[in-house]
């Protein structure tokens, strides 16, 4: 501890902000990178999975219209086929369990319905319940992104007030900290060598003060001159 002078504590304070902010620049710069992407986010991700759910259930309308119409074989092929690629592009925008949960249970659902009602009667009424529970079930999926999205949204002011605090912290208050510090520091110092200087005016003025004394007193008075303290002392009135 004794290495440890005013000097070393001045020079370390004076260190530790710029160091702090080298540190938090890099990570704060990354944060506003990743804000600034979250529209896109939000469009690619937690809306596309809202428009793939209402296109799932789009698909199963279509399904039952064609079932009455002429070429309805072909129509509930190509529904069926548009349905599971929806299914397929839902499942790479999962961003909750709940989601995942409400997909993975559609699709299991969807498998066996779907291949049966391929070759139903249009008025078996097994069938049209079948139908109305993947409607309920594509329902189920819908309020499940859309909570995923309100999770997101949350997710992001949470992101945005520890950057916020990160903020504040490495630019605001470790720096009036390191510049109390050093006022502190400073002052007591100043103090001191007002001090010396009193004690060195004391010495100089008296008639001990010979050679090789009096080369070694001016030597120190130089020093303290040269550091701001100079003639007349110790008060420094008109500082």
């Not at 219209?65 to 839902?90: H, K, N, T, Y």
């Not at 309020?143 to 995923?148: G, K």
């Not at 490495?170 to 510049?179: D, N």
């Not at 010495?203 to 090789?212: G, H, I, L, Q």
Request: proline share 5%; net charge negative; aromatic share 6%.
């Amino acid at each position: 501890m004794a290495n440890i002078t005013v000097v070393s504590k001045i020079r370390f304070l004076a260190g530790l902000a710029p160091v702090i902010l080298l540190v938090a620049s890099p990570l704060m710069a990354l944060a506003f990178l990743e804000f600034g992407n979250i529209p896109s986010n939000i469009k690619d991700e937690q809306v596309a999975a809202i428009k793939f759910a209402e296109a799932a259930d789009a698909a199963l309308y279509q399904m039952e219209w064609g079932r009455f119409q002429p070429d309805g074989v072909q129509i509930i092929v190509d529904q069926q086929r548009r349905f599971a690629d929806v299914l397929d592009s839902a499942a790479h925008r999962i961003y909750t369990e709940q989601q995942r949960a409400k997909l993975e249970t559609l699709a299991n659902e969807a498998k066996p319905t779907l291949d049966a009602f391929r070759h139903a009667d249009p008025h078996d009424d097994a069938m049209t319940a079948k139908m109305r529970d993947l409607h309920t079930m594509v329902s189920d999926l819908e309020n499940a992104d859309d909570a995923a999205l309100e999770e997101y949204s949350e997710a992001v002011k949470t992101r945005v007030h520890e950057l916020m605090a990160v903020a504040v912290v490495a630019g605001i208050i470790v720096p009036m900290i390191c510049f109390a510090l050093i006022w502190q520091l400073s002052a007591d110092m100043r103090n001191e060598l007002r001090a010396i200087r009193s004690e060195l005016e004391n010495v100089a003025e008296s008639a001990a003060a010979k050679e090789p004394i009096a080369r070694m007193i001016e030597t120190i008075d130089q020093g303290l001159t040269r550091m701001g303290f100079p003639k007349p002392n110790p008060m420094l009135a008109d500082e």
